[in-house]
Structures are given as C-alpha cells and as structure tokens.
C-alpha cells in the first residue's frame, strides 16, 4: 500500500485523477498502471476531437472482455455509442482475476476499423496477448453493430514493433495509439485501404517510444502548471 505522500493528488484532467505515484512510475522503469493509460487516452481524445473516434478506458476494457453476464452489455456501453464509430481502440490486459485491481502484467492494443470491419491486434511481445484480445474481440461481436458479426476480421498483426524489456509494454499502446489516432485525422480518411501499418513502423521505434516517459511527464507537470 502506497505511503499518503503517493496517493496525493497531482491533477484532476478530464475527470482521470492522476497521484504522486504516477510520476513515479513514468520515470520508470516500471510497467505503466491503468490511470496513466486512461490520463493519455483521454489527452489523444483532446488532441483529435471526432465524433467517431474513441479509445476506450482500460478499466472499461478490461470489464467488456470479463464481463461475467454477455447479456448485459448492451446496456453497459450503450453510452459509449459504440455503433456510431468509426475507430475503437481497447487496451488488452492479460489479468483473468476481476477481484484483482491493477492486476496483470501485459498490455497490448486492439482497433476496431469499421470501414474494414476488422479488428486489428497489437502486440509488443510477439503475441502473448492474443487470446485475452481474442476474447475482447467475441464480447464485441454483439454491441459494435449491424456491420461487425461474426463474419469480421482479426488481424494479429506480426510486424508491430517490439519491446526490448519487460516493462515498456504500456508505453507501446500508448505510441501506437497516438499513431493510429493520427492516421484517421490525416491518410485515414482518404485511404482507408493502407491502415496505419507503414506510419507505425516509421513512428514506434524504440528510441521514440522510450522518450515517451519524459514526453508524459512533461505534459503533466504543464497542465498542473495550468490547474
């Protein structure tokens, strides 16, 4: 349990509340915890403002590939309007145990593309995750929509850029998430044939994805600044 000193609140941005503890763990190196990911998913949602875009919570992730009752996740995303989208991007966590909080020690990243309906699986550590994203991806089949059935595609996409270590995992979600987020606002909308596969492999090196700690932590220290 973290001393009082960690738990303090740092900032409080688009309703993700980030703590002392946090900076801790960006300057690494450690596996990064849902509240960064979240903190950085909704700052890329600030970043590209679309109606059809959403990169959804690892919490909220997390729950749709466990959920214990598929029936009632209808009613669970309806608020997310997930039919009305045109790029989704999940986290992947490989916890199976839902009475653990901030268990697990993987992250990967699923994308849902519509216009191709097809599901797309980025994986730093040659595939490890792909049953969990697997899984998320059979919860979805029902609350994406008309166009996504079974009939859909899934991509284990093997030229995803590896990690070199076993920490840095979260730090690729976030680098390939800003990637894909980037391509839907720019080449996206006019060649959606090509996806993002040739920016990421230009873009997710691991120079530039190591930088990401001190990139994050930048941000936060300037929008505590603003606060």
């Not at 899984?135 to 979805?140: V, W």
């Not at 008309?146 to 730090?171: A, F, I, K, M, V």
């Not at 930048?218 to 600044?225: A, G, H, N, T």
Request: charged residues 25%; proline residues 4%.
């Amino acid at each position: 349990m973290g001393s009082l000193k960690d738990n303090e609140k740092i900032l409080n941005y688009n309703d993700v509340i980030l703590r002392r503890l946090d900076l801790d763990i960006l300057r690494g190196p450690y596996f990064l915890n849902d509240r960064i990911i979240e903190f950085y998913f909704s700052y890329l949602t600030s970043c590209y403002p679309s109606k059809d875009i959403l990169l959804v919570p690892p919490s909220i992730s997390f729950w749709l590939t466990n959920c214990p009752d598929p029936e009632s996740l209808k009613d669970f995303t309806e608020p997310l309007k997930l039919p009305d989208k045109k790029l989704i991007i999940f986290v992947v966590n490989n916890n199976d145990d839902v009475t653990m909080a901030e268990g697990g020690t993987h992250w990967t990243l699923l994308a849902y593309e519509r216009s191709m309906n097809a599901f797309v699986h980025h994986d730093s550590m040659a595939g490890s995750n792909s049953l969990h994203a697997k899984r998320l991806r059979k919860s979805l089949l029902g609350v994406l929509g008309s166009s996504c059935s079974d009939s859909c595609h899934y991509l284990e996409y093997t030229d995803t850029p590896q990690q070199r270590n076993g920490y840095d995992c979260g730090l690729y979600v976030l680098s390939i998430a800003k990637v894909i987020c980037h391509w839907h606002g720019s080449v996206g909308s006019k060649d959606r044939d090509a996806l993002w596969f040739s920016t990421l492999k230009e873009q997710v090196v691991p120079s530039a994805v190591a930088k990401m700690r001190s990139e994050i932590l930048s941000l936060i220290r300037d929008l505590m600044l603003k606060n």
